[in-house]
């Protein structure tokens, strides 16, 4: 019904930048909460960023004034712009998006397949 298709990510040198996207296809009725998780290998998948419909963001605190999400509503698009990349960073980039299908329905939450993001000299 409703499918996520990610793109960007790769490989980078410590210092530099990355941009993530992650387009909604399908049954959309509307879109509430939309956001990137990350999960590195032996970690927990967590929280990177979200942004909300009326276009409120949240960041963790390790990736405050370095990464930028934001959302093209007339695409159902959202962003993530990954400026000053860390070997930390390294991991796959998950995002996620709240959608109602249909009018009066629960959002329901749906995830892209993930893109690898290493950074690395």
């Known amino acids: 019904q409703v499918q996520l298709v990610e793109s960007g990510g790769g490989l980078v040198q410590p210092g530099g930048s990355l941009g993530l996207s992650c387009a909604a296809s399908?049954?959309?009725?509307?879109?509430?909460?939309m956001g990137w998780y990350r999960q590195a290998p032996g970690k927990q998948r967590e929280l990177v960023a979200a942004?909300?419909?009326?276009?409120?963001?949240t960041y963790v605190d390790f990736v405050e004034g370095r990464f930028t999400i934001s959302r093209d509503k007339a695409k159902n698009t959202v962003y993530l712009q990954m400026n000053n990349l860390k070997r930390k960073d390294t991991a796959v980039y998950y995002c996620?998006?709240?959608?109602?299908?249909?009018?009066?329905?629960?959002?329901?939450?749906?995830w892209g397949q993930g893109n690898q993001v290493t950074v690395s000299s």
């Open positions: 942004i909300r419909s009326g276009g409120r963001t």
């Open positions: 996620n998006e709240e959608v109602q299908i249909s009018k009066g329905t629960i959002p329901g939450d749906y």
């Open positions: 399908g049954s959309i009725f509307s879109l509430y909460e």
